[in-house]
């Protein structure tokens, strides 16, 4: 069914991007109205919600025997549908006040990784109907974050998009609106969390939870070496002994934890452009490529994939945020939205 365009002007139209590690929530004519984890922490007893986003997030690994603080999705993906539909619930009455009426129900655009199934596409749109919503439209993450960082996807020239999320990494050559040549890694932002936690463990018998060692990697992970070193105590439990233990740690330590992970995904962007047809590849060299998503901020990763690639790195204005406004900007562009969308799994699709 297409509805006319007068019932767009009842409902507040959302962009959302559904990220593993952060959802973020665009609104028709406001902007970005949520930036927040995702994390919810559930009440195993009696199923209730007792906190979502960063109220939750501050509670991963701090929780009693019958509260979760868990993240729904892994990879990108869906893993929990009945938490996934419940903080998704949450964030769209957040932002619409508790509105219920089908004139009121917003039409939700979502951002998907690459490379998902039909499956694991319909339980985003089940999810997302499921929460609230009137209709939804899903969209490639790498063409939302180049729409968001402004890059010209539909002229018939090369655009190469990295977008460095918490689960995945999505690597895609971009012209005349699709996706010519792609590649998802699951060598992303908390792999390299991951990696820290390992590498702790493994040098100073340190147990080490995921949260502080995000807090690590952010305050100085480097992916190339900098021109003054950073260093900073962390704390955990001594493996041997159980009880609290400090240690001091520095960048070029961290950086050693996480090369791997950086070099899968230089890896990968060399094995995209390997297949990119040359003219494209031409367009890239000429035009650079562009870092989106969290990772996109790792001190280095831009000089990296330089000097891995031959080609000029730019990081976009504002990263974290690139994907979102991406699909905020296709609420406000129908027919871009219609060429660029990924085709429904739902068996009546919603029509743009």
Do not use: W
Not at 253 to 262: D, G, S, Y
């Amino acid at each position: 069914m297409r509805f006319p365009k007068f019932l767009r002007r009842f409902g507040r139209d959302i962009g959302i991007d559904l990220g593993t590690a952060n959802t973020l929530v665009y609104v028709r004519e406001r902007g970005i109205v949520v930036n927040e984890p995702s994390v919810v922490a559930v009440n195993t007893r009696t199923g209730q919600i007792i906190a979502v986003g960063e109220d939750a997030k501050k509670m991963v690994g701090k929780t009693p025997a019958h509260i979760t603080a868990t993240r729904p999705l892994v990879h990108g993906i869906i893993s929990d549908f009945e938490v996934t539909e419940k903080m998704l619930r949450y964030f769209i009455e957040k932002v619409l006040g508790g509105s219920r009426s089908f004139l009121t129900r917003p039409r939700v655009v979502v951002g998907i990784p690459l490379e998902i199934t039909e499956v694991e596409r319909k339980a985003v749109e089940d999810a997302v109907l499921s929460a609230g919503a009137r209709e939804v439209f899903l969209i490639e993450q790498p063409i939302a974050a180049a729409l968001g960082a402004r890059l010209p996807i539909e002229e018939s020239v090369g655009t190469l998009v990295v977008d460095i999320g918490g689960g995945t990494t999505d690597i895609a050559v971009i012209s005349l609106g699709g996706i010519v040549a792609s590649r998802s890694l699951k060598a992303a932002g908390d792999e390299l969390n991951r990696n820290i936690v390992a590498y702790v463990r493994d040098h100073f018998n340190l147990d080490l939870g995921e949260r502080n060692a995000e807090i690590v990697k952010v305050r100085i992970g480097t992916a190339a070496p900098l021109e003054e070193p950073l260093e900073m105590p962390v704390r955990g439990r001594d493996i041997v002994t159980g009880l609290p233990k400090e240690v001091m740690v520095n960048d070029e330590q961290i950086r050693e934890a996480m090369q791997r992970t950086v070099r899968a995904i230089a890896d990968g962007v060399r094995a995209v452009l390997e297949v990119t047809p040359a003219e494209l590849v031409s367009d890239i060299y000429e035009r650079g490529m562009v870092l989106t998503g969290g990772g996109a901020l790792l001190k280095g990763m831009d000089a990296v994939l330089a000097a891995a690639t031959d080609v000029h790195v730019r990081v976009a204005e504002d990263p974290l945020t690139c994907v979102v406004r991406g699909t905020g900007m296709l609420l406000d562009d129908t027919d871009l939205l219609r060429e660029v969308r990924v085709p429904s799994a739902q068996s009546n699709p919603a029509t743009v």
